[in-house]
């Protein structure tokens, strides 16, 4: 996993245009992360994508991981 926080870390939203493609592999990095930071810094980069590409799908997909870890927090 910290492989991929890597390559999650060096993504660059503002001039990385293949946002449509991240979000399957941002979704399932994301369903594995269980640390605070490690969620809220791949958050960060799914907001960057969306604010930097106005991809409606990066969108979904922050509402979908804090919909996912809300749900994991209670169980």
Do not use: K
Request: proline share 3%.
């Amino acid at each position: 996993m910290a492989e991929a926080i890597r390559a999650v870390r060096d993504l660059q939203p503002g001039s990385d245009y293949f946002a449509e493609y991240y979000c399957w592999p941002l979704l399932t990095i994301g369903m594995h992360l269980e640390r605070q930071d490690d969620q809220e810094m791949l958050m960060g980069q799914v907001r960057a994508f969306w604010m930097a590409t106005n991809n409606g799908t990066m969108r979904q997909l922050a509402d979908i991981l804090e919909l996912y870890w809300t749900s994991t927090q209670n169980t």
